[in-house]
């Protein structure tokens, strides 16, 4: 099965740093790449996705980009705010077969 | 608009009790997933439901737990025998009825924390 790997599990930045995470897949049938983003005690919250059609996808701040020939995609945050200290988690999934397989998390923190 | 929402949010259960928790998938969405959260750790896909039927139970243990979607109400997992182990964040998300990649898009619910005791 799908198995996905992500890094780093810790990341610790100054306010208005970018943030880079990173995540490799194994499964080359994957072909959506979430990533989400969980508050302590809350729910996770879809921030941005990508399909593997595309290679680039950006909304303001954050980005993600998608290699399928070396089967790995990043989340990038630019100038990073103290609301954005969360754990991100990155996601793959295959057509036909829904459910999403998780990436370990990164506990990010913005230093104000 | 409501989102998916789940009941309860806090469960407390002693060994060998039976917990069921419950979701409600968002409006017009018809598929739901449950995943399982252990502490400090990531989320572990459970079962994929539709209306009557189970789509994927592939990370569903295969003693004590089970999960439904009626035609109508909620759907339910629920855990038998409840043990220590058991203790975890359980997170249902959904999705809707589409051909198109976007109908891939789960939105999460706030979570059912569960304690065995």
């Known amino acids: 099965g799908e198995n996905v790997e992500q890094h780093p599990s810790t990341l610790s930045v100054q306010e208005g740093d970018s943030a880079v995470i990173k995540c490799t897949y194994s499964?080359?049938?994957?072909?959506?790449f979430p990533w989400y983003k969980q508050e302590l005690g809350k729910r996770p919250q879809l921030i941005i996705d990508i399909r593997s059609n595309v290679g680039e996808k950006k909304d303001q701040r954050i980005a993600v980009t998608l290699n399928k020939t070396a089967k790995h995609f990043s989340l990038h945050i630019t100038e990073t705010q103290p609301e954005d200290s969360a754990v991100y988690f990155c996601?793959?999934?295959?057509?036909?077969?829904?459910?999403?397989?998780f990436g370990s998390g990164t506990r990010l923190q913005v230093q104000p | 608009n409501a989102g998916v929402m789940q009941n309860p949010r806090h469960l407390v259960r002693r060994r060998g009790q039976e917990a069921r928790l419950r979701c409600s998938p968002m409006?017009?969405?018809?598929?739901v997933y449950w995943y399982r959260q252990l502490p400090e750790e990531g989320l572990k896909f459970m079962v994929y439901?539709?209306?009557?039927?189970?789509?994927?139970e592939s990370g569903m243990p295969k003693e004590r737990f089970s999960a439904e979607f009626p035609k109508e109400g909620p759907s339910i997992l629920r855990i038998q025998q409840v043990v220590r182990g058991d203790s975890a964040a359980y997170f249902c998300a959904s999705s809707p009825q589409s051909s198109l990649m976007s109908s891939y898009e789960q939105y999460f619910g706030p979570g059912t924390r569960l304690t065995v005791t």
């Open positions: 996601a793959a999934s295959t057509t036909g077969r829904r459910a999403l397989t």
């Open positions: 409006k017009g969405h018809s598929h």
């Open positions: 499964d080359s049938a994957s072909n959506y």
């Open positions: 439901l539709q209306k009557e039927n189970i789509i994927d």
